[in-house]
């Protein structure tokens, strides 16, 4: 029996797409856009600058969810393709002058190079190997970025990423334009995935996740699959954060350490895995958090690993999980 | 031959043994991961924080107790194992039912608990712990001058790693241990309480974690990330080893460690990543690791 | 979104001045509030020699200056950047932006330090650092609105590099932590070794952060070098100059040039394992009789613990930055940095000294010898000084640094 299926409890009702279920998709969607218009005129929270790190980091979450909730895919590693992107973006953008959108989309493409590489090593082993060995690839691209100092500016990082003009015409000078932009970005990304995950490619993952050897024996190319999912996973993670590196223009090995890695599991587990909202809801709170609690020092890391040990142990489903059970729809 | 290379052999065989040395941590951390993913079928993320404790529980002993080096290379992994047994039975307990990467992303948890409650109440500049009395100086081999100290690490790992092979594969435990791996339900049937087995299972390793910690206090300097960094290339080890065997990770470790030392003096700018690339080329050969077993 | 520590007691304090000068001035004029930033290491590896102390450091000079008895109400407020940039700049610009904080002080790490520098020049604030080495704060990256007080990795290489020549150790292998400070360390102590004669045989560029130097210092070692100059910090000092000991190095008649080592790390290694390592610093709390009372009344705040030399730096720096405000009365930047440019520093801690046009503070730099165990008198007691070097040795050229400021 192939044990890779890390099943998310929330998808257990039917989910092929039915037509009040798109429906209500929708009007969440709509109700998304919407608040994302009117979020930085609230006071407190409306601080553009927070609001893109936490529209940034969700994508993220959303990108790393797509393989975890519906691949069953538990890589250990994204930093790697979320840093190593936001390196690219900050590169050509600085020392390139290139705009915006032109670095953003290389950044993306890296995360696509990246993910295709080490995603063809490690779908070779499953379940906890694959954990590991996504987790060791990762760590060579944090050594790498260590030690190119040229590349990545090192321990410095690549800071005063200047925001150019968008499309070469549209200045992005100050943080509220610039959130407009991340939150089209994100927006635009969250749709992909949602069109990813309820089309016939969506539905053969879901098949592979919750019986690997039913999927392989009914003819799929399973290995085919999952490093499809797990490049488009990468891509997502890339475009996340290629567009924190112009939105808070700066790239800094922060993004690509390990510990980043097991952020972004964190949020989609606090929101809950293998739904569309969740890891929206869980970048948010994640962030929220480390924002709002920074003066506790070190204990931010001690709350964050009692948050991820009661998800495991008694709220697997996550907020909004549990929100999708109680309501009885998938969200 | 070697001077071909433009490496003196003294100084060549100097740094095999510095590899050797550095590769018995690996050794006694591969070690308990093996044995506690053997029979409870998870990764083990905390054995990092739980090799960092061993280095604490020592130095506290010393310095609020006054307990030296010797008593807490025994009491140390004592202790930190009767803390992995209660971890055993408050949480991981509940997580057989599941997928085991449930166990994974809980011991990952737990990890930044200890490693955050060790940086809040000793800070993360370090903390000094001398070598023992007995140990301090060195010989002078000729080729190299190799403090006694570092000698005895590896005497003891060996020492601890041939004894942990010796009870699983030779003895009547062991075999118990061996029997509920491959079916617990059978083994349980003949009246062996697997679930106990489990409990001390992981006990053990911790405690293997916290020896290795203890080892490692008196050179490297006792510090709340001691472990975060070294787990990862631990578990690179433990990959490129293959989770089919005890002896396969001691060896794997050993290796590893001579290898990484020898990049240390042809190319030590890659000393950090040379253990994933090896990693990298031995999935691509053999997937399954050097001695594990393809499932 | 004020989500750092304040400092409740200077809170209380400011409030309290505020009040006594409304009484007892009689005078129409409002006083100045300022809100100054200590951002720093409070938890890592700096914390002991940066962290609160640099905060104290900065109160002890409000309340030096009598800035309340001058119309100035000032606030110190602190938070930990954690030695990440990324976390430093969020801390920053929410300083600026929604807490009305006018200066930033200390932060250590240059990464960090790098990116306070230009998100304060790019919000027109103040930057006073004390704590980052890197030179580049006032060379290529140098901006109107920072001044770089307390040292810099040129100054480090110039006094020990130059000294160990001097003392006859002109043959240098180098352990570089294999990271951009390590390689600008590095380069500009070989510089030094040359000019003054000597010879570079060697190097090996280590991992970082390390925690295994063994295999390194053996090739050190087989070198046959006489000076091992250790391009790194922190940790990875500690743990060389530890490992150098163990492994008979020292003993065997190679002597450690420490490129940057701190009074904290020989406390933390204790005069044993330290003994006989040289190293540059510019400011030592035995130095004379005003460090001596200054410092004296710094230790009982941190637990007995003598200051740091970048402790002391933010005592200068912020001292100097409130007398600016009170002669011009003004915050505005462009104002204060030129009154602070125009007049001589002057404080009990680095004497007199100027700030130059690229913000470097000028001041005298001391070669010190870590004590033998016999020769030290009681705790704290680890330096003995072998040489002064002047301000205008021990720094940088103005022009050749390659600050933009400077040409213009």
């Known amino acids: 029996m192939a044990d890779v299926t890390i099943a998310a409890p929330a998808s257990a009702p039917a989910e092929t797409g039915s037509a009040d279920h798109s429906a209500l998709h929708r009007t969440l969607f709509i109700a998304l856009a919407a608040l994302l218009v009117v979020l930085p005129f609230i006071p407190v929270i409306g601080y553009p600058f927070f609001l893109m790190k936490v529209l940034c980091f969700a994508l993220f979450a959303c990108a790393f969810n797509l393989m975890l909730g519906y691949g069953g895919l538990l890589s250990f590693g994204h930093a790697a393709y979320f840093g190593f992107a936001s390196y690219v973006a900050a590169y050509t953008a600085k020392h390139w002058g290139l705009t915006p959108e032109v670095s953003i989309l290389l950044g993306t493409a890296s995360g696509a190079a990246l993910g295709l590489a080490f995603g063809s090593l490690a779908i070779r082993r499953q379940g906890i190997y694959f954990a590991m060995i996504t987790l060791a690839l990762a760590q060579m691209v944090y050594f790498f970025s260590l030690q190119a100092p040229r590349f990545t500016g090192g321990e410095d990082g690549i800071q005063a990423v200047p925001r150019n003009n968008l499309f070469g015409v549209l200045p992005l000078g100050n943080d509220t334009t610039t959130y407009y932009l991340v939150a089209v970005v994100f927006l635009a990304g969250v749709l992909l995935i949602y069109r990813i995950i309820h089309s016939p490619f969506g539905q053969v993952l879901k098949a592979i996740r919750d019986n690997e050897a039913r999927a392989i024996s009914l003819g799929y190319r399973v290995n085919q699959y999952k490093l499809a999912v797990f490049v488009l996973s990468a891509s997502l993670a890339g475009l996340a954060g290629a567009t924190k590196a112009i939105a808070v223009q700066l790239a800094s090995l922060t993004d690509v350490h390990w510990s980043m890695s097991g952020e972004v599991v964190l949020m989609t587990l606090v929101g809950g895995m293998g739904t569309v909202f969740g890891p929206i809801v869980g970048a948010a709170v994640i962030i929220s958090m480390q924002n709002f609690l920074a003066g506790l020092g070190a204990w931010v890391t001690v709350v964050q690993g009692v948050i991820f040990v009661i998800c495991v142990l008694v709220f697997r489903e996550g907020i909004v999980g549990v929100i999708g059970k109680w309501l009885k729809k998938p969200l | 031959m070697f001077e071909l290379i433009g490496i003196p052999p003294q100084a060549l065989f100097g740094q095999l043994l510095l590899g050797l040395i550095n590769g018995s941590f690996y050794a006694i951390l591969s070690l308990g991961l093996a044995v506690i993913f053997g029979l409870l079928n998870i990764i083990n993320f905390t054995h990092g924080a739980q090799y960092m404790m061993g280095a604490f529980i020592a130095w506290m002993l010393l310095n609020w107790v006054g307990i030296g080096y010797w008593p807490s290379l025994l009491l140390a992994p004592i202790v930190a194992g009767i803390s992995g047994v209660i971890i055993e039975r408050l949480f991981l307990q509940r997580l057989y039912h599941l997928d085991h990467l449930y166990g994974l992303l809980l011991t990952f948890g737990l990890a930044l608990i200890i490693q955050g409650l060790f940086r809040n109440y000793f800070g993360s500049s370090g903390l000094p712990y001398q070598i023992p009395a007995e140990l301090r100086g060195g010989q002078n081999l000729g080729f190299m001058f190799l403090p006694n100290y570092r000698g005895w690490v590896v005497v003891a790992s060996l020492v601890v790693c041939l004894a942990t092979w010796f009870v699983i594969e030779k003895t009547r435990l062991g075999a118990y241990l061996r029997a509920a791996t491959e079916n617990p339900t059978l083994t349980q049937a003949f009246g062996i309480n697997v679930p106990l087995l489990i409990t001390l299972t992981y006990g053990f390793g911790v405690g293997l974690a916290a020896f290795a910690g203890v080892l490692a206090a008196p050179v490297y300097s006792v510090n709340p990330n001691m472990g975060a960094d070294l787990i990862i290339v631990v578990f690179a080890v433990v990959v490129i080893g293959g989770m089919g065997s005890i002896l396969g990770a001691i060896v794997t470790g050993f290796g590893l460690g001579i290898i990484e030392g020898l990049t240390k003096v042809f190319y030590p700018e890659a000393s950090a990543t040379v253990i994933f690339i090896i990693m990298a080329i031995v999935l691509l050969v053999k997937p399954a690791g050097l001695f594990g077993r393809t499932a | ?408």
């Not at chain 3, 505020?18 to 100045?32: D, E, G, K, V």
């Not at chain 3, 932590?177 to 500009?188: I, K, M, P, Q, V």
């Not at chain 3, 163990?246 to 933390?268: P, Y």
């Open chain 3, 1 to 408: 979104m004020t989500n750092f520590r304040m400092n409740r007691r200077s809170v209380l304090a400011g409030a309290a001045a505020t009040a006594f000068t409304a009484r007892s001035m009689a005078q129409a004029q409002q006083p100045i509030n300022i809100k100054i930033g200590v951002l720093n290491d409070r938890s890592g590896l700096y914390a002991d020699l940066t962290g609160e102390g640099s905060a104290i450091a900065a109160r002890m000079a409000v309340e030096d200056f009598g800035a309340a008895a001058k119309g100035l109400n000032v606030q110190i407020v602190s938070a930990d950047h954690q030695n990440k940039p990324d976390v430093g700049a969020n801390i920053a610009r929410q300083w600026y932006d929604t807490d009305a904080v006018d200066a930033i002080a200390d932060v250590p790490t240059s990464s960090v330090a790098l990116a306070i520098n230009q998100i304060t020049r790019e919000k027109n604030k103040i930057f006073l650092n004390s704590g980052a080495a890197t030179s580049d704060l006032t060379g290529s990256q140098c901006s109107p609105n920072t001044v770089h007080w307390t040292y810099d990795t040129y100054m480090l290489s110039q006094g020990t590099g130059g000294a160990m020549v001097k003392a006859g150790g002109d043959t240098w292998f180098f352990l570089t932590a294999d990271y951009a400070f390590g390689h600008a360390l590095e380069r500009d102590t070989t510089a030094v070794v040359q000019r003054a004669g000597g010879r570079v045989i060697g190097g090996v560029r280590t991992p970082f952060p390390g925690t295994d130097f063994s295999s390194f210092l053996l090739q050190a070692q087989a070198s046959r070098a006489k000076v091992i100059g250790l391009a790194n910090a922190g940790g990875d000092t500690v743990n060389s100059i530890k490992q150098a000991a163990e492994f008979g190095i020292t003993a065997g008649g190679q002597k450690l040039a420490g490129l940057l080592v701190f009074v904290n790390d020989v406390h933390a290694l204790g005069l044993q394992t330290a003994q006989g390592l040289v190293l540059t610093e510019t400011f030592y709390w035995d130095l004379n009789d005003s460090t001596r009372a200054w410092s004296r009344r710094f230790a009982p705040q941190r637990a007995g613990n003598m200051p740091s030399m970048v402790q002391a730096g933010v005592y200068g720096a912020t001292l100097h930055y409130l007398k600016a405000v009170a002669a011009t009365k003004t915050k505005d930047a462009a104002q204060v940095m030129a009154w602070m440019k125009a007049n001589e520093t002057d404080d009990p801690l680095f004497g007199k000294g100027t700030i130059r046009a690229d913000g470097r503070k000028l001041h005298p730099a001391y070669l010190f010898e870590v004590k033998k165990p016999s020769e030290s008198k009681g705790p704290w007691d680890y330096y003995k000084q072998l040489a002064t070097i002047p301000a205008a040795e021990a720094f940088r050229p103005l022009n050749a640094g390659a600050c933009p400021l400077v040409r213009a």
